[in-house]
């Protein structure tokens, strides 16, 4: 079985061995604009050959440029990536330094630290240092903005990030995550942008953007440790959770998917998903979600830390929860409001009380937080007829006590005869799954 490590040294002997042709990006643009723009038909035959070329060319690329090499001989820890002090990365032989600054109108200093890059993601050191004499005061760190990184074949978004002040408040550093960045950019473009305040030349609320631009040491991003298809899914009440691939990186470990559900929305809740590697859970960063161009499909990542291991035997996806239905074929009794639960399912209903009102009846009913009646066709049945919901209230806490709280609503009928039964046709609730998919490995590489 190859390990991590080996695998850092295989990386570090072809990086010695191949030499990156500096003139990679100019060649490129010069071959995407050189077609003539005369004849329609010829010139679209060329656009399809200059694009085929252009696509070998990265094709072949991908598996010699440098860019794609391992950079350093051991994975990043929690507290390295969390540094927002590129100067502490560095340190331990991660990243670029780039150092380029540009002073905006009033004074202050907006400096690139450094760059760290791999196929997950991108990551920004950056500080800005007010004028002497000045200093930061609260909620002036939201006064600067960061959202893209431009440059060849990149366009990336902000997607999360951090920043703190130094001891006498005089400088702000920061570093901000993008999406992950071409290794062919030779020159990338961040662009700051400043909300402007009254007693300013331009109109305050406005937005002032400072674009920097650096140039990128392809050779220092890091190629992944693995990535692998993983093509499975779960079946779950109304749909499919489809789990796509996983790339693990030296900064991050992201898994990408898919929801197909029936009703062609996403979930109302993403659930609960667990990595384990070698049956050890690895610490989840969160879950993004978008949209995508297929009808009645979202797409979904999910973040982890890098893995704990250089040794992998075993990675699963645990899928633990997600959200469920479950339908109801029995009416629930409304003669004897109490507060002992009913039990439908797993779950659990508190009939809490059945008022007569001026207008009909109000039913107070409690179920846990994420469960939600399927409130088409709702009735209640009273003197032998079937009346519909007239109003449902919004819902509010109910504190059993040890840390144990219900929501509660009322359903509020217009009927002279006092509700007999609740005819619920089904609730979505949070389902407990369980699901264990095993990521494949190869073990060969």
């Given at each position: 079985m190859s390990t991590i490590e080996e695998k850092f040294h295989q990386h570090k002997?072809?990086?010695?061995?191949?030499?990156?042709?500096?003139?990679?990006?100019?060649?490129?643009?010069?071959?995407?604009?050189?077609?003539?723009?005369?004849?329609?038909?010829?010139?679209?035959?060329?656009?399809?050959?200059?694009?085929?070329?252009?696509?070998?060319?990265?094709?072949?690329?991908?598996?010699?440029?440098?860019?794609?090499?391992?950079?350093?001989?051991?994975?990043?820890?929690?507290?390295?990536?969390?540094?927002?002090?590129?100067?502490?990365?560095?340190?331990?032989?991660?990243?670029?330094?780039?150092?380029?600054?540009?002073?905006?109108?009033?004074?202050?200093?907006?400096?690139?630290?450094g760059v760290i890059a791999d196929d997950n993601e991108?990551?920004?050191?950056?500080?800005?240092?007010?004028?002497?004499?000045?200093?930061?005061?609260?909620?002036?760190?939201?006064?600067?903005?960061?959202?893209?990184?431009?440059?060849?074949?990149?366009?990336?978004?902000?997607?999360?990030?951090?920043?703190?002040?130094?001891?006498?408040?005089?400088?702000?550093?920061?570093?901000?995550?993008?999406?992950?960045?071409?290794?062919?950019?030779?020159?990338?473009?961040?662009?700051?942008?400043?909300?402007?305040?009254?007693?300013?030349?331009?109109?305050?609320?406005?937005?002032?953007?400072?674009?920097?631009?650096?140039?990128?040491?392809?050779?220092?991003?890091?190629?992944?440790?693995l990535r692998a298809d993983i093509a499975k899914s779960v079946p779950v009440d109304e749909g499919t959770v489809a789990y796509d691939s996983i790339t693990a990186s030296p900064t991050s470990t992201v898994i990408k998917g898919h929801y197909e559900m029936d009703n062609g929305e996403p979930p109302r809740y993403p659930g609960t998903m667990k990595l384990l590697v070698n049956g050890v859970e690895v610490n989840s960063w969160g879950m993004r979600s978008s949209g995508s161009n297929k009808k009645g499909v979202a797409n979904f990542e999910l973040g982890y830390d890098v893995l704990p291991t250089d040794k992998i035997e075993t990675m699963d996806i645990v899928l633990e929860s997600f959200p469920g239905y479950q339908k109801v074929t029995e009416p629930i009794s409304l003669t004897s409001p109490s507060d002992r639960s009913i039990r439908i399912g797993t779950e659990k209903l508190f009939v809490r009380s059945v008022t007569k009102t001026a207008s009909g009846y109000d039913i107070v009913i409690a179920r846990a937080q994420f469960t939600q009646f399927d409130t088409d066709g709702l009735l209640v049945q009273a003197g032998g007829k079937r009346v519909p919901i007239a109003s449902v209230s919004k819902a509010r806490p109910w504190d059993l006590g040890n840390n144990n709280v219900f929501w509660e609503q009322t359903y509020a009928v217009?009927?002279?005869?006092?509700?007999?039964?609740?005819?619920?046709?089904?609730?979505?609730?949070?389902?407990p799954y369980q699901e264990t998919i095993a990521i494949p490995i190869d073990t060969d590489k």
């Open positions: 002997e072809s990086l010695h061995q191949l030499k990156a042709p500096i003139e990679l990006e100019d060649r490129l643009r010069q071959a995407l604009y050189r077609a003539p723009a005369k004849k329609r038909k010829r010139n679209r035959a060329l656009t399809w050959s200059l694009s085929a070329a252009a696509a070998l060319l990265l094709f072949v690329l991908t598996y010699q440029y440098p860019a794609f090499a391992y950079y350093g001989g051991k994975l990043l820890n929690r507290e390295e990536l969390t540094s927002t002090s590129f100067s502490e990365v560095a340190e331990h032989g991660y990243g670029q330094t780039v150092g380029k600054s540009k002073t905006i109108q009033d004074g202050t200093v907006i400096t690139v630290t991108f990551l920004m050191y950056y500080t800005i240092d007010l004028p002497e004499g000045e200093t930061f005061k609260i909620g002036d760190s939201n006064r600067f903005d960061i959202y893209k990184v431009k440059g060849f074949l990149t366009d990336s978004n902000a997607t999360e990030g951090g920043s703190g002040y130094n001891k006498d408040r005089t400088r702000l550093q920061g570093v901000q995550k993008f999406e992950p960045v071409s290794p062919f950019s030779r020159t990338l473009t961040v662009e700051f942008s400043e909300w402007l305040e009254t007693g300013t030349t331009e109109k305050a609320g406005t937005k002032k953007v400072y674009p920097i631009s650096f140039k990128f040491e392809a050779n220092k991003a890091m190629k992944s440790i217009k009927t002279t005869d006092k509700p007999e039964f609740l005819l619920l046709q089904g609730f979505h609730y949070i389902k």
